[in-house]
């Protein structure tokens, strides 16, 4: 499989011209493009990118302009990104629950953009104060404008094209640059996983579009010819008749999405039965989980888990199936793909460590992305030659595989792994939909969630964790009420200060 650059509008268009009529099924109307239809194609979703291209240069964006894209968080988001990109300016891709304090930093870092926004963000963008209002571009004036064909312009393929953003975990999150050089090797990664499918049957997806594995993702799968199954609605009884009604083969989601379908699907599972195919977003997930979609398939259902980052892309991966689950530890991600990404261990300076050895999760990517926009030193803290430190915590064993334990913001000093006592936890106790364990006066406190229709039984609990480690009576808490970033990460450090002030 040959590498190539990635440009987002290039690869719509090719995509298009060689499946045209490849169907794109969503679960909701799309804001910014009313004109698509439940069920489009690539050809027909294709024009309507020509249009907001078009459209968006009457209003003035042009070659290297940057372009927030701060919107609800639906499809539409990427066939912007793809009209933006068309006039060779940046897509800066944003999410939707941010601060307008947020917000102002991003505006102040790239100098002020561009911002393209609906009616869900308006009264962020309201507030801004460092934001000129004709740069402020609402979806409702964008679609008023005239569609004048404008020819395509291009950046060149090392340059930023393309920016995402850190989670937010830890602050004020950085602005991630990736450029069509950077971007190919991740889709060329992506492609290689999509191989293995056998068939070009329906992809189905539910996460968030500004999050850089959106693009990976839809840029790859369209690559490849496959049909989408975008769902914008994340509610599981959603999710479920969708999946029943057009019965992708493939379902890909945040961790924390899965564990919150998981209870429908214990339930339901005739919902899922035509999934031969789960994927894992970028992150860790827990055996009991994964073991309730397997359940409802057969023998030959997989339960891919991809762990990575969006500085470095997908990294390391590992195939399930209900049987290896058996002698599955969650901790343990798997390994990288030859000739594109591996990690090593080493130690707070950088230097390698043996195996077995806990400390710090270095990665080798090939698709790294290229800086933090206006704030390159800090991005260099993190770069030791060709490897990059990806701020987690963990070890590799004699076999390569690499175990993912913490943070490296996270560390308690009376517990290996809070991640490992999670898992332990919600694999053993079925009436739980979600266990946080953070640092509470710098003692290890549990932050669970009682999952829907289920009571919490403490017997249960004080049984569990008879042979843990040390931790502080839990606290209760609604799974809504639990702070996360865009793509469903829990917000430790903010649960943490929180705890500290006492307003947890």
């Known amino acids: ?4 650059p990635l440009n987002l509008y290039d690869n719509f268009a090719t995509a298009a011209e ?21 069920e489009t194609t690539y050809q027909d979703s294709l024009f309507a990118i020509h ?39 940046v897509p800066v891709m944003i999410s939707y629950h941010f601060p307008a304090s947020t917000l102002a930093v991003f505006a102040e870092r790239l100098e002020d953009p561009y911002i393209v926004y609906d009616t869900q963000t ?53 602005l991630i640059c990736h450029s069509a050089n950077s971007m190919g090797w991740r889709t060329l990664w992506q492609r290689m996983v999509f191989d293995k499918i056998s068939e070009k049957k329906l992809l189905a997806f539910h996460i968030s579009p500004v999050h ?3 693009n990976i993702g839809v840029t790859s799968a369209m690559a490849m010819g496959f049909p989408l199954m975008p769902l914008n609605n994340g509610d599981s ?63 030959e259902t997989i339960f891919l888990q991809v762990y990575g980052q969006s500085e470095c892309g997908p990294m390391i991966l590992k195939k399930h199936t209900l ?28 230097q390698p460590l043996p195996v077995n050895t806990d400390g710090h999760i270095q990665f080798l990517s090939k698709g790294r992305a ?46 290996n792994s809070n991640l490992a006592i999670e898992d332990y936890l919600l694999d053993r106790l079925d009436f739980l939909e979600e266990v946080v364990i953070v640092r509470n006066h710098k003692e290890p406190q549990p932050i669970l969630a009682v999952a829907p229709s289920q009571e919490m039984n403490w017997e249960a609990w004080w049984h569990a964790i008879a042979d843990l480690p040390h931790l502080k009576a839990p606290i209760l808490r609604a799974f809504e009420d639990i702070p996360r970033t865009a793509t469903m990460k829990v917000q430790r450090l903010q649960i943490e200060a929180a705890l500290e002030n006492g307003t947890f």
């Open 1 to 4: 499989m040959n590498y190539q």
């Open 18 to 38: 060689k499946t045209p009529d490849q169907v794109i099924i969503l679960d909701e109307k799309l804001p910014a493009f009313p004109e698509l239809p439940l």
């Open 51 to 89: 249009q907001r291209a078009y459209q968006l240069a009457q209003l003035g964006v042009g070659l290297d302009d940057k372009v927030i894209l701060f919107k609800s968080p639906k499809f539409d988001t990427y066939l912007l990104a793809a009209a933006v990109s068309y006039l060779g300016a």
């Open 122 to 174: 308006e009264k962020i963008i309201t507030d801004l104060p460092n934001s000129s209002t004709e740069k402020q571009l609402s979806i409702a004036t964008l679609l008023a404008q005239p569609t004048i064909p404008v020819s395509q312009q291009k950046l060149a393929n090392d340059q930023i094209s393309y920016m995402t953003h850190t989670s937010g975990t830890t602050g004020i999150p950085k």
């Open 212 to 214: 850089s594995r959106f």
């Open 237 to 299: 009884a959603n999710v479920a008749t969708y999946l029943q009604k057009y019965r992708p083969i493939a379902l890909e989601t945040h961790p924390n999405n899965f564990v919150q379908w998981s209870f429908y699907a214990k339930e339901h599972p005739e919902s899922f039965q035509s999934i031969r195919y789960y994927h894992s977003t970028f992150d860790a997930i827990n055996n009991q989980t994964m073991a309730r979609f397997l359940q409802t398939g057969n023998a």
């Open 323 to 350: 049987d290896s689950l058996k002698h599955n530890d969650a901790r343990d991600m798997g390994v990288g793909l030859a000739g594109l990404t591996k990690a090593r261990i080493t130690d707070a300076k950088g």
């Open 370 to 415: 290229l800086t933090y926009y206006k704030e390159d030193a800090r991005f260099q803290e993190t770069v030791y030659n060709e490897w990059w430190d990806s701020g987690d915590y963990g070890m590799i064993d004699e076999k390569g595989h690499l175990y993912l334990k913490d943070r490296q913001v996270d560390l308690i000093e009376t517990i």
